[in-house]
């Protein structure tokens, strides 16, 4: 049962992540890429499968073969630093177009999005 | 020893004289000068040695089965003689040609790196670094073209010759590769002995094809050849070194070099046969036609590199020995007429023929030198030109193939010489003679003595070696041919070898050439051919403008002004790049993981987790256009997901997902304080719909996999990692161990995205100053409430050794690097918000730009301190040494790269975060509303 809500999880996070990526607005796409980055660190870490109650810290008696998967934990570390450098990137682009661009809306071919957002 | 030195020396000059300003002339003329000339006394050190045969030798490690290494047999020490010996002139010849206004000290660093480079290619001991300084050449070959750069000319010339000769390069790579696979070893000395192997491949023409491409480019063969008439906007002490005698001999080389390996087929033969002769007898034609005197020459080069490469296609011994020889003389009467076009376009100011003339009066001394190299270029008695072109002629005569191509290559031959007379006249004729001077803005006189000092020795190595062949050029000539063949065929050098067809051809040949001249100007002035109707540049221009177009109508169909459009195209993709592989093989025919394995957690505690965690993410979507509401709930995921990784044994990541939610949770507030709050509404329902369709299947999509993975046996590479990490790695906590350890060099590359991230955030905002108009006058400001303000300067302190406790920790125990620099941050943040750090000690306003550099340097110094000490790039080593009164203290190198890893975190954290923070903004609200 727990792979299934395990599964579903990252199913609603990537649904929910797609659907704000594709708004017309930056900080909408932000929070979308936000989302969407949970379900992929969350995958990623399920490929080394899902392990209770054994942390990857060996020397503490006990087989080493029932730990979790160290492997995927080491690269979802960097992978959520990552993805906070590049949220800090896409929001300071946000952040420059709104006065660059006198607006912050990120579709130019769909005019009917474009309009004065209110406060 | 002596290898490396030729090759480093001129690297290790380039770099000096980088260093030195451009006032330097002296200097750096005299740098580059010495180096030269350095490696030429090596050189001469290395000829006893090389004339009796020996092959010298230096080799270290590289990669793979790929070693460093040089090596040196006759005909890369004649090639290295050229370079050096040519190149020594070159450097005393720019000195004087260069004027005072000219940058000296980039010329000389870029001559230099040139020169290293070139040394290279004829040194390589392996096909691999061959390609490497091949393709060093062809940049530097590039800077020196464009050595001018406010002239146009001189920078499309560069563009031209780079593009022309880098794309050789690529297949030359290419091809050299093949070699590779077909012989087992990119090492000169297996490739030139496994020539039946190659020969026997099917990939051999191939191989063939691309490693022509390589060699007719970089020698200007046709139908590549047109960017060398381009390449003369460069300088003419440029044009003489790397346009005459060294650079574009680099196919001729490839050629001689690859011989052994590629030479002997009909294939070879017909298309560097073919291709030589063609480009001979064409370039010699179009040279006629030039006005400008540099362009007659560079036409005139293409149509001896043709020589030179037909020499090399006709497979027969003496016709490689005629091939090299001509090589020899090419450089020495080519280099000299270059340098005495220099000196005649520094002394009158132009370069045009049609406004040369009858120079004879003005510069007597220059125009015997220049009258002694064409003599030499159109083949004539007692000059070194004519020996090697008597050879060719032998050659041509006795050429053993089809009765048809017998005949016509001797006639063909004999056309392509008599054009090469008439160029040679009318150079001399147009320039030196043939009336007066026309429209010139200077008055011409003889040049500076030291200008005209390179040109002289070149002349006098031209006689010398015209008249006593044997006692001169001799020995090169056999430890080239040795080097070349692995073998000495019988040869003569002697100048008269009875009446014979080549010495019948060489008289057809002289006097067609003169008629042909005299013809020439009297019934078409040569003086009104202003543009030939054919040119290699318009065929180049059109490509290139082609592949502008393609590009711009693809840039064109790609959706570049939608972003939603780009990241629905972006995600499709995806889902085909995954769903594809799993229609063509299913899922796999693994039965799922027995019962038994499929693991249980507390059932509340999960389903809790699960509950939460999926509400704020659908509660995130609903309410996103409110977006402070969206934020918080965003915040709630976040959270969950941090828990869900404590549930599952994933420590580590947990405290990091906590952190960094903290830290982008306050950075997408702080961000929001300058956009607006919220999100208009959407009109149109289909929109909608679209894109909840493309959300669910890529959700579905996703959440199948993951599921599909979760419940099939796998095996992991884990338990190697399990079973290392204390033995080995000297500490307990294996995810840490991965990163900064096992997997260092990984990491190595994510801290600097994440450095470089951080330090563009704060570029774009440096500078950056917020105006906002009356439409946001409700901006609050608010006061920090005073006990935030107070409780933050204690925290600051407390996190500070939280986030040492958890670094010294992390080799064993949840933490490490990333954690404890993730603390720091937040409470640095936090603090800001708070209120509390309005002070001069504020820890935001700190300069964090240099410690991302600090923290890199650290990380590199950690792997190549293993490199000093011998062991590969990054190995880490540990100690549990005993302290007084600490007691036992676990120390790692592992540490100190932890430690690089930890500055980038904290500084990339806080530029990203304090740099919207920081901007300078003004509100006018109140005097506009």
């Not at chain 2, 972003?563 to 899922?587: D, E, H, I, S, Y």
């Given at each position: 049962m727990t792979e299934v809500f395990f599964a579903s999880a990252i199913g609603v996070f990537t649904a929910c992540g797609v659907w704000l990526m594709l708004r017309a607005r930056t900080f909408d796409v932000a929070l979308g890429l936000a989302l969407f980055s949970y379900a992929v660190n969350l995958f990623i870490f399920a490929m080394g499968r899902l392990t209770f109650g054994a942390p990857a810290i060996v020397g503490q008696g006990g087989a080493t073969a029932t730990l979790a998967d160290p492997l995927p934990q080491a690269l979802v570390l960097t992978a959520i630093v990552i993805a906070f450098a590049m949220t800090a990137l896409v929001l300071t682009l946000a952040l420059k177009g709104r006065f660059v661009n006198r607006g912050d809306a990120c579709d130019a071919d769909d005019e009917t999005r474009i309009e004065d957002s209110p406060r | 020893m002596l290898l490396i030195g030729l090759v480093l020396l001129p690297f290790l000059a380039s770099i000096a004289c980088a260093a030195m300003p451009n006032t330097a002339r002296s200097a750096t003329a005299w740098l580059s000068g010495l180096t030269a000339l350095g490696g030429c006394v090596l050189l001469a050190l290395a000829a006893p040695g090389v004339f009796s045969g020996e092959i010298f030798r230096i080799s270290m490690p590289w990669f793979a089965n790929v070693n460093f290494g040089f090596r040196m047999d006759g005909l890369a020490w004649a090639f290295a003689l050229i370079i050096c010996a040519i190149g020594a002139l070159v450097v005393l010849y720019a000195h004087y040609y260069l004027s005072p206004d000219d940058p000296a000290a980039r010329f000389f660093a870029f001559l230099m790196a040139f020169m290293g480079a070139m040394l290279g290619v004829v040194l390589a001991d392996n096909l691999i670094l061959l390609v490497v300084f091949w393709e060093m050449t062809s940049v530097s070959s590039f800077l020196l073209i464009g050595y001018w750069t406010h002239r146009s000319d001189a920078r499309q010339g560069a563009r031209m010759a780079l593009t022309v000769t880098a794309m050789g390069g690529l297949c030359l790579l290419g091809g050299v590769i093949l070699l590779g696979q077909i012989t087992g070893s990119y090492s000169l000395d297996i490739v030139l002995g496994a020539g039946e192997a190659v020969h026997a491949s099917p990939l051999y023409p191939v191989v063939l094809v691309l490693v022509l491409l390589g060699a007719f480019t970089k020698s200007a063969q046709f139908p590549f050849h047109f960017w060398l008439p381009h390449a003369m906007a460069a300088p003419t002490p440029v044009s003489a070194y790397l346009h005459s005698a060294t650079m574009v001999k680099c196919g001729v080389f490839l050629l001689a070099r690859l011989y052994p390996t590629l030479g002997g087929s009909d294939l070879w033969f017909y298309m560097v046969s073919g291709t030589g002769l063609f480009t001979m007898t064409f370039g010699a034609a179009v040279a006629i036609f030039q006005q400008d005197l540099k362009g007659l020459l560079a036409y005139s080069t293409i149509s001896h590199l043709g020589l030179i490469t037909f020499l090399f296609g006709l497979d027969s011994p003496l016709a490689v020995v005629a091939g090299l020889f001509h090589i020899l003389n090419h450089a020495t009467f080519k280099a000299s007429l270059f340098m005495a076009a220099g000196i005649i376009d520094h002394e009158t100011g132009s370069r045009d023929m049609r406004q040369l003339n009858g120079l004879w009066q003005f510069m007597p001394i220059t125009a015997t030198l220049a009258m002694v190299a064409s003599a030499s270029m159109a083949g004539v008695v007692l000059m070194n030109g004519f020996l090697s072109k008597e050879m060719f002629f032998a050659q041509a005569v006795e050429l053993d193939s089809h009765h048809l191509i017998e005949m016509i290559v001797p006639i063909v031959a004999t056309v392509a010489a008599a054009l090469g007379v008439t160029y040679s006249l009318r150079l001399i004729h147009d320039v030196f003679f043939n009336g007066q001077p026309?429209?010139?803005?200077?008055?011409?006189?003889?040049?500076?003595?030291?200008?005209?000092?390179?040109?002289?020795?070149?002349?006098?190595?031209?006689?010398?070696?015209?008249?006593?062949?044997?006692?001169?050029?001799?020995?090169?000539?056999?430890?080239?041919?040795?080097?070349?063949?692995?073998?000495?065929?019988?040869?003569?050098?002697?100048?008269?070898?009875?009446?014979?067809?080549?010495?019948?051809?060489?008289?057809?040949?002289?006097?067609?050439?003169?008629?042909?001249?005299?013809?020439?100007?009297?019934?078409?002035?040569?003086?009104?051919?202003?543009?030939?109707?054919?040119?290699?540049?318009?065929?180049?221009?059109?490509?290139?403008?082609?592949?502008?177009?393609?590009?711009?109508?693809?840039?064109?169909?790609?959706?570049?002004?939608?972003?939603?459009?780009?990241?629905?195209?972006?995600?499709?993709?995806?889902?085909?790049?995954?769903?594809?592989?799993?229609?063509?093989?299913?899922?796999?025919?693994?039965?799922?993981?027995?019962?038994?394995?499929?693991?249980?957690?507390?059932?509340?505690?999960?389903?809790?987790?699960?509950?939460?965690?999926?509400?704020?993410?659908?509660?995130?979507?609903?309410?996103?256009?409110?977006?402070?509401?969206?934020?918080?709930?965003?915040?709630?995921?976040?959270?969950?997901?941090?828990?869900?990784?404590?549930?599952?044994?994933?420590?580590?990541?947990?405290?990091?997902?906590?952190?960094?939610?903290?830290?982008?949770?306050?950075?997408?507030?702080?961000?929001?304080?300058?956009?607006?709050?919220?999100?208009?509404?959407?009109?149109?329902?289909?929109?909608?719909?679209?894109?909840?369709?493309?959300?669910?299947?890529?959700?579905?999509?996703?959440?199948?996999?993951?599921?599909?993975?979760?419940?099939?046996?796998?095996?992991?590479?884990?338990?190697?990692?399990?079973?290392?990490?204390?033995?080995?790695?000297?500490?307990?906590?294996v995810v840490n161990l991965i990163l900064v350890d096992f997997r260092a060099f990984d990491t190595m590359g994510e801290v600097a995205v994440l450095g470089a991230a951080g330090l563009l955030v704060y570029a774009l905002l440096a500078g950056f100053h917020v105006h906002f108009d009356h439409h946001d006058a409700d901006i609050a400001e608010d006061w920090n409430p005073l006990l935030l303000r107070t409780v933050t300067r204690v925290v600051l302190p407390l996190a500070a050794l939280v986030a040492a406790f958890l670094f010294l920790r992390g080799h064993n125990l949840p933490g490490g690097g990333f954690i404890a620099g993730l603390v720091l941050a937040c409470a640095i943040l936090v603090l800001r918000i708070g209120g509390g750090g309005r002070t001069i000690l504020d820890p935001a306003h700190l300069p964090y730009q240099p410690w991302i550099a600090g923290g890199l340097v650290m990380v590199l110094a950690t792997g190549i301190g293993s490199m000093v000490l011998g062991y590969p790039f990054l190995t880490s080593t540990f100690a549990h040494p005993v302290l007084p009164v600490i007691g036992e203290v676990p120390l790692a190198s592992a540490a100190l790269f932890d430690l690089g890893v930890f500055m980038i975190v904290v500084a990339a954290t806080m530029l990203a975060t304090i740099s919207p923070a920081l901007l300078p903004q003004d509100h006018d609200a109140e005097t506009q509303a």
């Open positions: - | 026309v429209g010139l803005t200077k008055t011409p006189h003889e040049p500076p003595r030291w200008l005209r000092v390179p040109v002289e020795v070149l002349v006098v190595v031209c006689i010398v070696v015209g008249v006593i062949p044997q006692w001169t050029v001799g020995p090169v000539l056999a430890a080239m041919v040795q080097g070349t063949l692995g073998m000495r065929p019988e040869y003569s050098l002697a100048i008269w070898h009875g009446v014979n067809f080549p010495l019948v051809m060489s008289v057809i040949a002289g006097t067609a050439g003169i008629l042909f001249y005299f013809g020439l100007q009297r019934y078409i002035n040569l003086h009104s051919v202003t543009r030939l109707p054919v040119s290699g540049k318009h065929a180049f221009d059109a490509v290139v403008g082609w592949v502008e177009t393609l590009a711009r109508k693809v840039v064109g169909w790609l959706p570049s002004t939608s972003l939603p459009r780009n990241l629905a195209c972006l995600v499709a993709t995806a889902f085909v790049a995954m769903a594809w592989p799993l229609w063509q093989n299913g899922f796999g025919s693994a039965p799922p993981r027995a019962a038994t394995d499929v693991l249980t957690v507390p059932p509340l505690v999960g389903l809790l987790i699960w509950l939460l965690g999926v509400a704020a993410a659908i509660a995130v979507t609903i309410n996103y256009r409110q977006r402070l509401t969206a934020l918080v709930m965003l915040g709630a995921a976040g959270l969950a997901v941090s828990v869900t990784f404590v549930l599952f044994s994933a420590p580590d990541l947990a405290l990091t997902q906590l952190l960094v939610e903290v830290a982008t949770i306050a950075l997408m507030m702080i961000v929001l304080h300058f956009l607006p709050q919220t999100s208009p509404v959407e009109r149109g329902t289909a929109r909608k719909l679209r894109d909840a369709g493309i959300a669910g299947v890529a959700g579905l999509g996703l959440a199948a996999v993951a599921y599909a993975v979760l419940t099939r046996p796998f095996t992991s590479i884990a338990p190697f990692y399990l079973a290392h990490a204390l033995p080995d790695g000297g500490g307990t906590n």
